[in-house]
């Protein structure tokens, strides 16, 4: 980096020179060497056209001096006010006549002063290859200032001394030295010019002249020294860092091994470094103390092995083993326990449960372990067991089902007895969201939805319920497979948020049919014949058709039920409602009457305890589940007697096999 400032700088003082003395022939140009050089020339307002003048006087007797062409020094200028223009290049111009042609013709600018934004354009836009940037050429940016910046300028010249730019910063009259010191390159008094006038720009350069072009081989020359040059007059000598020897060349350098020497003490393995060594030792053995021997180790007692259970130490190495009940694998580190069930090295009548190396007899539910351990004997699980019944308990091999008096049927729950079953149904309530509900009508909304659910008997297998919101939008709230309890759906629907917007019902009942009652979200198969029932609450007139996709829903075997409240309209109540459609569409004028609905509204109850207008039909004929209920439990009855004989026959058998062996 010095040698780089020295350069560049030698660059500004012949400038300085060669506006201050006779102008230099050829044979003075200063021949520093290849340079990327960039002028970032102040064109602010406040920078006046004779001052302009004298600083494109400047550049031009700086450029005099300088050796000119693409293998040697490459120039380019910016100019910058409030915004850039790219002058010229490194790479446009290989002859002086050109750039000083190409200076003559600036115009100012006359704006702004965004200096941090130049050095950043220079940065990443002016040292680049593309733009004639030539990669081990120093990059060298002269700013000619004569204000304050109106941006930040240390943080981006910071990035750009990192990038290996070197900056010198010339201020006149009314530059800020603070921030001239803040964009030239360290060290400032070698990097940070400040004048009273553009008149005296060019007298800068001068107090660096005798040092900066000297004869200093070592800084001026390509001396090709690796390491280290030292200077001497009129020549220069390299040298080596310590622990490095020079090679015959004179110029570059070789590391000294001293392990590939063999001048080293260390008992096992030596580290080389340039001009030293460190000593270490071979896996299973540390090093002592004295940094040069080593001593085994034992691996098991230090935890430097891999082994699942146990490990056995030797000099250096190690061998796994495993504990009782336990067998070794074949990577030799894990173990397997070693599981007799599996290997039918067991005597239990019924459930082996294995343990590594040993084994426990259990029993089967409705079956208790006798004292051997071993066998097991049929329980009185109607005498034993909480069974629940609530009319009589019928036991079976090592199980139990209750059954109820005639004329009443079992309900779904298996234990409580009823005149008729509850209707197994999939429900999806279509719920309007739309503007026109307003908020405080919507939390009603939802405690009508929740009453109608409280009605039902909610369950994976029993019924299912689905929620769907409507507005200018379909949004599915949950669908029939999400919950299996009235408490999750009732909490589910009370999170519910208010849609607003318009009201599609339309294409809420489109949405209804091709998604809701599909068997990705929970629909059974039509072949179990669960009746499938859709219920439409709205409050105003559909803002799209409705015929199709309501007569669709209805030929799809949907029973539809429509619920409408103030502006709902009549007419497409009737057109979504199923036949007979007095019985499947309600309205009332207020939001407060819609509890009214739920109370009336019992979708999977026997037909007997239906009430008011809204009412399903309900598949459990009372009668006909009672024949078959009876008809069922005599068939189990006997089918329970035949099993009982065949288990008394396999367990003759079994002795009879046993006795044999």
């Given at each position: 980096?010095k040698?780089?400032?020295?350069?560049?700088?030698?660059?500004?003082?012949?400038?300085?020179?060669a506006?201050?003395?006779?102008?230099a022939?050829p044979?003075?140009?200063?021949k520093?060497?290849p340079?990327?050089?960039?002028?970032?020339?102040d064109?602010?307002?406040?920078?006046?056209?004779?001052?302009?003048?004298?600083?494109?006087?400047?550049?031009?007797d700086?450029?005099?001096?300088?050796?000119?062409?693409?293998?040697?020094?490459?120039?380019?200028v910016?100019?910058?006010?409030?915004?850039?223009?790219n002058e010229?290049?490194l790479k446009?111009?290989?002859?002086?006549?050109?750039?000083v042609?190409?200076?003559?013709?600036?115009?100012?600018?006359?704006q702004?002063?965004?200096?941090?934004?130049?050095?950043k354009?220079?940065?990443?836009?002016?040292?680049?290859?593309?733009?004639?940037?030539?990669?081990?050429?120093?990059?060298?940016?002269?700013?000619?200032?004569?204000?304050?910046?109106?941006?930040?300028?240390a943080?981006v010249?910071?990035?750009?001394?990192?990038?290996?730019?070197?900056?010198?910063a010339?201020?006149v009259?009314?530059?800020?030295?603070?921030?001239?010191?803040?964009?030239?390159?360290?060290?400032?008094?070698d990097?940070?010019?400040?004048?009273?006038?553009?008149?005296?720009?060019?007298?800068?350069?001068?107090?660096?002249?005798?040092k900066?072009?000297?004869?200093?081989?070592?800084?001026?020359?390509?001396h090709?020294c690796?390491?280290?040059?030292?200077?001497?007059?009129?020549?220069?000598?390299c040298?080596?860092?310590?622990g490095?020897?020079?090679n015959?060349?004179g110029?570059?350098?070789?590391a000294?091994?001293l392990?590939?020497?063999?001048?080293h003490?260390?008992?096992?393995?030596?580290?080389s470094?340039?001009?030293?060594?460190?000593?270490?030792?071979?896996?299973?053995?540390?090093?002592?103390?004295?940094?040069?021997?080593?001593?085994?180790?034992d691996?098991c007692?230090?935890?430097?092995?891999?082994?699942?259970?146990i490990?056995?130490?030797?000099?250096g190495?190690?061998?796994?083993?495993?504990?009782e009940?336990?067998?070794?694998?074949?990577?030799?580190?894990?173990?397997t326990?070693?599981?007799?069930?599996?290997e039918g090295?067991?005597?239990?009548?019924?459930?082996?449960?294995?343990?590594?190396?040993?084994?426990?007899?259990?029993?089967?539910?409705?079956?208790?372990?006798?004292?051997?351990?071993?066998?097991?004997?049929?329980?009185?699980?109607?005498?034993?067991?909480?069974?629940?019944?609530?009319?009589?308990?019928?036991?079976?091999?090592?199980?139990?089902?209750?059954?109820?008096?005639?004329g009443?049927?079992l309900q779904?729950?298996?234990?409580?007895?009823?005149?008729?079953?509850?209707?197994?149904?999939d429900l999806?309530?279509?719920?309007?969201?739309?503007?026109?509900?307003?908020?405080q009508?919507?939390?009603?909304?939802?405690?009508?939805?929740?009453?109608?659910?409280?009605?039902?008997?909610?369950?994976a297998h029993?019924?299912?319920?689905?929620?769907?919101?409507?507005?200018?939008?379909?949004?599915?709230e949950f669908?029939?497979?999400?919950?299996?309890?009235?408490?999750?759906?009732k909490?589910?629907?009370?999170k519910?948020?208010?849609?607003?917007?318009?009201t599609?019902?339309?294409l809420?009942?489109?949405?209804?049919?091709?998604?809701?009652?599909?068997?990705?979200?929970?629909?059974?198969?039509?072949?179990?014949?669960?009746?499938?029932i859709?219920?439409?609450?709205?409050?105003?007139?559909?803002?799209?058709?409705?015929?199709?996709?309501?007569?669709?829903?209805?030929?799809?075997?949907?029973?539809m039920?429509?619920?409408?409240v103030?502006?709902?309209?009549?007419?497409?109540l009737?057109?979504?409602?199923?036949?007979?459609?007095?019985?499947?569409?309600?309205?009332?004028?207020?939001?407060?009457?819609?509890?009214?609905?739920?109370?009336?509204?019992?979708?999977?109850?026997?037909?007997?305890?239906?009430?008011?207008?809204?009412?399903?039909?309900?598949?459990?004929?009372?009668?006909?589940?009672?024949?078959?209920?009876?008809?069922?439990?005599?068939?189990?009855?006997?089918?329970?007697?035949k099993?009982?004989?065949?288990?008394?026959?396999?367990e003759?058998?079994e002795?009879?096999l046993?006795?044999?062996?």
């Open positions: 980096m040698m780089r400032q020295l350069r560049a700088l030698c660059l500004l003082t012949l400038a300085a020179l506006s201050a003395r006779p102008k022939g044979e003075q140009k200063c520093s060497g340079v990327d050089l960039v002028f970032l020339i064109s602010s307002r406040s920078v006046r056209p004779h001052e302009f003048e004298t600083m494109r006087k400047f550049m031009i700086i450029l005099s001096t300088l050796d000119i062409g693409l293998n040697a020094t490459r120039v380019g910016v100019q910058y006010s409030s915004q850039l223009r010229f290049s446009t111009h290989a002859k002086l006549d050109a750039m042609k190409n200076i003559n013709e600036i115009i100012p600018l006359a702004g002063t965004m200096t941090g934004l130049a050095i354009y220079i940065m990443n836009s002016a040292f680049i290859a593309e733009e004639g940037d030539r990669p081990q050429v120093p990059n060298v940016a002269v700013i000619v200032t004569d204000g304050r910046p109106q941006d930040r300028v943080e010249a910071v990035e750009a001394r990192e990038k290996g730019i070197e900056i010198y010339v201020g009259a009314r530059a800020d030295m603070a921030s001239l010191r803040a964009m030239a390159s360290p060290p400032y008094e990097h940070v010019f400040l004048v009273e006038s553009f008149d005296l720009i060019h007298q800068f350069g001068l107090q660096f002249q005798d900066l072009c000297g004869m200093d081989l070592c800084l001026e020359s390509d090709g690796e390491h280290i040059c030292e200077s001497s007059p009129g020549s220069f000598h040298l080596c860092l310590p490095y020897t020079l015959q060349d110029k570059t350098c070789a000294i091994d392990c590939a020497q063999g001048k003490d260390c008992e096992q393995i030596c580290v470094s340039p001009g030293s060594f460190t000593c270490d030792c071979n896996k299973g053995y540390q090093l002592n103390d004295n940094k040069k021997t080593c001593s085994t180790i691996l007692a230090e935890g430097k092995h891999d082994c699942e259970q490990c056995i130490s030797a000099p190495v190690f061998t796994c083993d495993c504990n009940g336990y067998t070794l694998n074949g990577d030799k580190k894990t173990c326990p070693i599981d007799l069930c599996a090295k067991h005597d239990c009548e019924q459930i082996c449960i294995s343990a590594p190396g040993v084994f426990t007899c259990d029993c089967y539910k409705g079956f208790k372990l006798n004292k051997d351990k071993k066998t097991c004997t049929n329980m009185d699980m109607c005498n034993t067991v909480e069974h629940g019944c609530e009319h009589q308990c019928v036991n079976t091999a090592g199980s139990y089902y209750c059954i109820c008096p005639e009443q049927l779904e729950d298996g234990k409580s007895c009823g005149t008729c079953k509850s209707a197994n149904i999806v309530l279509l719920i309007d969201g739309s503007k026109s509900v307003r908020p009508n919507f939390e009603l909304v939802k405690k009508f939805v929740n009453q109608v659910v409280d009605s039902l008997d909610v369950s029993g019924t299912r319920v689905g929620l769907v919101q409507y507005s200018s939008r379909v949004r599915t669908p029939l497979n999400m919950y299996h309890t009235a408490d999750e759906i909490a589910a629907v009370m519910v948020d208010y849609m607003e917007k318009g599609m019902t339309g809420a009942l489109k949405h209804m049919l091709e998604n809701s009652f599909s068997e990705a979200e929970g629909a059974r198969p039509s072949s179990r014949n669960i009746p499938r859709g219920l439409v609450f709205t409050d105003g007139r559909s803002q799209d058709d409705i015929t199709e996709y309501a007569k669709k829903a209805k030929e799809a075997g949907i029973t039920y429509a619920v409408g103030g502006k709902a309209v009549e007419d497409e009737r057109e979504i409602a199923s036949e007979p459609q007095e019985k499947h569409f309600y309205y009332t004028t207020d939001f407060t009457a819609i509890n009214t609905i739920a109370e009336n509204l019992k979708l999977n109850v026997c037909p007997e305890e239906s009430q008011g207008e809204i009412e399903v039909k309900d598949p459990c004929a009372c009668e006909s589940l009672v024949e078959f209920q009876q008809a069922t439990m005599s068939s189990l009855e006997q089918l329970t007697q099993l009982s004989g065949m288990t008394a026959r396999l003759q058998l002795n009879q046993l006795s044999r062996k």
